[in-house]
């Protein structure tokens, strides 16, 4: 096996407000939180549950981290510049972000990653464009009115599969390519599934029946209503509903979700109806996947969005299925346990307080460190990012469009530990936005003793103190400097002493899971770990005394002690030699890239 590096990174403030840092670097694996691991209920399967005792933390301020637009400009000359020109789906392939783009109609369907070996994009230079060939055009195709924009993307079976759009009134049916390393594509799809009238394939997704993955997602057609198909192979598609899932008003599959053996869509509704601007209301329909292997599967309507012709089904969150539309007095969500007919219960009926709140922004709900996040449309002050870490009791955490109330509306997505909106603005172009935060454990300090933050995996012995209160926040997979070409996951701690004026001496350990400490090398003896202090980010590196370190394999633990002055402290877990731990460790404002 490849060795990897496994390191901590802690700093320490004995005068003064305390920080402690701590960064784990190791292969490729998710990392918070499964059963296993040491944040949260192991008797529960509580999807992106916080810790008991923890809650979530501040984000630091939010950074654009693209060019806008990606500096593809307007070439077409139309105002707003960027009208139109919407962000579509996000996913991670192969340790690289993706986004999907609508970009000028002289351009198409633009499709973004992060640059190989970049954990953490920083900037323009951080991304490259892979749909177009050689000559410009995406996936090869000239007409850019058939491949107006990428509308979805999913992984499945180690490929990665994307669908483009026709653009409006230009109808030649969807498109569907597929590519192993996200360079080289083939085509999968090129006629709307054997019908021009499929114009767009949307929020693919993995659904599995008995034994039998599928990869499925849903079309947009205005005559016959939304067709849903589903492959077990990646090459032949069946499709898997009645047109219209019985209903031709149903004409758009917007969004998709697999929670307790169903999956659930939420659609468009386009047909004269009952709301007070001609329309119909949107639903949501869900199937077990019980029939024949290339049958249609039965569905069911389980909710009807009496407010609005579209409805956004999201999560799943805590065991619960989300579901969000735009009413008269701003955004509504409900949720539910089972999500059968008539269990939906309403949580948000005021638009979050503000009636211009509108929609839930198509693939703009995530589950981020224990939390689970959603992006609400607004076109009035900017968009909008609220959180929950109950499905119940929300609070804001992005408000006015980043700064820019012409910035309407974002995907999230969570990546290597942070998390991005990817945001939309007609009048200044595409924003890559990203931000973290922690999960938090307090407690109040009374003396010297033993405190255990069981909730983020740290154990504070403080041998002497005159400290009221110890805060420790948690990043998981997320990780402060650059990977340096490594594929590596990332964690750090922080850890916050009050008051201001306070000292101490205390020793610090981290306990991981067995999994992390193979996966770092760590199982041949304590002189296999490394250690690193310095001052600041300006000064050298020095190796940690002998006698302070230590880590205990049956404990899975690595403990740093008589910690009582300002430092920051490095773990390397594999017998790199000395010098080679420095390159690792460079500020990531100096990484040179």
């Known amino acids: 096996m490849r060795r990897l590096l496994l390191w901590i990174v802690i ?17 490729s694996f998710s990392l918070l939180p499964a059963k296993e691991q040491i944040f949260g209920d192991s008797s529960k399967d509580l999807i992106g549950a916080l810790p008991v005792g923890t809650y979530a933390g501040s984000f630091i301020p939010w950074e654009q981290v693209n060019q806008d637009a990606f500096g593809l400009g307007d070439p077409s000359g139309q105002m707003p510049p960027y009208q139109d020109e919407d962000v579509f789906e996000t996913i991670v392939f192969h ?35 892979v749909a177009a060939d050689a000559d410009g055009f995406p996936f090869g195709i000239k007409d850019t009115a058939k491949v107006d924009h990428i509308d979805s993307l999913a992984v499945f079976k180690d490929r990665l599969f994307v669908s483009t759009a026709n653009r409006s009134g230009f109808l030649s049916g969807t498109n569907v390519f597929s590519s192993t390393d996200g360079l080289k594509w083939t085509a999968v799809i090129t006629d709307g599934f054997g019908s021009s009238l499929n114009e767009n394939f949307k929020d693919m997704l993995t659904f599995t029946t008995g034994d039998t993955d599928w990869l499925c997602g849903g079309t947009w057609n205005d005559t016959l209503g939304s067709q849903f198909w589903c492959t077990k192979d990646g090459s032949n598609w069946v499709q898997k509903n009645p047109d219209g899932f019985g209903e031709s008003q149903y004409r758009t599959v917007w969004s998709a ?9 939420g659609t468009n509704c386009d047909q004269n109806g009952a709301l007070p601007g001609g329309e119909c ?36 969150y805590r065991e619960n299925l989300f579901l969000g539309y735009k009413s008269y007095n701003g955004t509504q969500i409900f949720s539910s346990s089972n999500g059968g007919l008539g269990s939906f219960t309403r949580v948000v009926s005021d638009g979050l307080g503000e009636p211009q709140n509108g929609l839930i922004a198509s693939d703009g709900d995530a589950v981020y460190n224990g939390a689970f996040y959603i992006s609400v449309v607004n076109s009035d002050s900017g ?4 959180r929950t870490s109950d499905g119940v009791h929300w609070s804001q955490v992005v408000s006015e469009g980043f700064g820019n109330p012409l910035t309407i509306g974002a995907n999230l997505t969570v990546f290597n530990g942070y998390l991005y909106a990817w945001a939309e603005n007609y009048w200044g172009g595409q924003k890559v936005y990203r931000s973290k935060c922690p999960i938090v454990e307090q407690k109040i300090v009374s003396g010297p003793g033993v405190y255990d933050f069981a909730g983020v995996g740290t154990l504070i012995t403080m041998t002497s103190t ?9 990043y998981p997979d997320a990780f402060p400097l650059d990977s340096q070409g490594l594929s590596i996951v990332k964690r750090h701690f922080q850890i916050s002493s009050f008051p201001a004026t306070a000292t101490f001496t205390a020793t610090v350990t981290f306990t991981y899971t067995q999994q992390e400490f193979d996966l770092g090398n760590l199982t041949t003896g304590v002189e296999k770990v490394y250690m690193a202090s310095r001052e600041g980010y300006e000064t050298p590196w020095s190796p940690c005394p002998d006698a302070q370190r230590s880590y205990s394999l049956s404990g899975r633990s690595v ?17 790199y030699p000395e010098q080679k731990m420095y390159q690792f460790f460079l500020p990531f404002s100096q990484v040179v890239r």
């Open 257 to 265: 979700v697999v929670m307790g053996g169903y999956l659930y869509v």
């Open 11 to 27: 700093s320490a403030i004995g005068f003064g407000s305390a920080s402690f840092w701590g960064d784990l670097v190791f292969s």
């Open 281 to 316: 209301s949107g639903a949501v329909f869900r199937t077990n996947g019980k029939s024949g292997e290339e049958d249609p599967w039965e569905w069911e309507k389980v909710f009807t969005a009496n407010e609005n012709q579209r409805v956004m089904v999201m999560g799943p």
């Open 559 to 575: 403990t740093c002690a008589d910690i009582h002055h300002f430092s920051t402290w490095a773990f390397l877990g594999s017998p």
């Open 466 to 474: 005159d400290l009221n209160r110890l805060e420790v926040g948690v």
């Open 95 to 129: 340790d690289q972000l993706y986004l999907g783009m609508e970009a000028d109609n002289s351009l198409g369907a633009r499709l973004w990653r992060t640059r190989p070996g970049v954990a953490i994009p920083n900037s323009q230079q951080d991304w490259e464009e």
């Open 383 to 386: 968009l909008e990012i609220w």
